[in-house]
């Protein structure tokens, strides 16, 4: 399926897997929704991927209107507010007028031992990690069917199958998030809805730099293109787990 001017939202836009979807998903040809917290990171990754495109400060007849056709959208946007959430949903109809791809990236990893946890921290692990998704997936959900159908993806964790020694409030998070999109799959059933959960190995970002771990992780790059090949199959063709590891096969 070409993604020509498809309309993709994607949460945790401003660092990590999440701008490089934002990139992969705009050199294919999408209009992306920017949403993260951060809006100065938010605009950064806008003006780059607008100038990658070659589109960027086009007011030709010096009316100080830019006449370029918009591919970015920057939105800063706390997915666990419910409000935040509605508003940049309400503000991608109004500025693209549909939502074909939904990307569920945005999280927060805190690993400490549940004994020396604050709770505080524990709450907010699901409160990001889960609650943002299923926050985000409802609010978009009305205009992805409202748009003929979709994708809805959801950046998971290899975690899920193999938890880390440390890190339960992370572990349950992401497991939340792979039953919420496995039960949504069967919801979309007589709905041209995809739902594809990626679980990622080990990544290079500001959430973990991987630097006490003796192999090669991965680049964020990576697990875009596995965002972007299960977006682009073709209609009858769903991927509803993706597994990323690394060829060090840690897990
Ligand atoms: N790195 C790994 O090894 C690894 C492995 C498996 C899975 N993952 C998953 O991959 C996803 C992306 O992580 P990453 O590795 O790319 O880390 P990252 O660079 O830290 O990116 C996390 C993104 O989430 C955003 N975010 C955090 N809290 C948010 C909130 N309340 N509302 C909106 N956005 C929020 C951050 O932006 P702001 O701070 O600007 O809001 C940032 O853009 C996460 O879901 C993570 O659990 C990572």
Redesign the pocket.
Known sequence: MGLTDRVAVV??????????TARALAREGCAVVL????KD??ERLAGEIESELGLEDEDEDGDGDEEGEKRSLVVP?????ED?VTAMIEKTRKEFGRIDILV??????RSDPVADADRVDLRKQV???LL?VMNTTHAALPAVLESGGGDIVA?????VRYPAESGSA?TAS?CGVNGFCRSLRKEMSDEDVRVTIV??????????D?EQWDGR??D?AD?AEAVVFAVSRPEHVELPEITVNTTDKLG
Do not use: C, F, H
């Open positions: 949460t945790g836009a401003s660092s990590g897997i999440g701008e490089a949403a993260a917290r951060r990171r938010l946007t706390d997915v666990a507010d935040d569920n990236n945005a999280g927060i990893l409160q990001v990690n943002g950046v998971s964790s290899m975690n992370y992401k679980m990622p190995g080990p990544v290079v970002s500001e959430m973990n991987w992780p991965l964020p697990v």
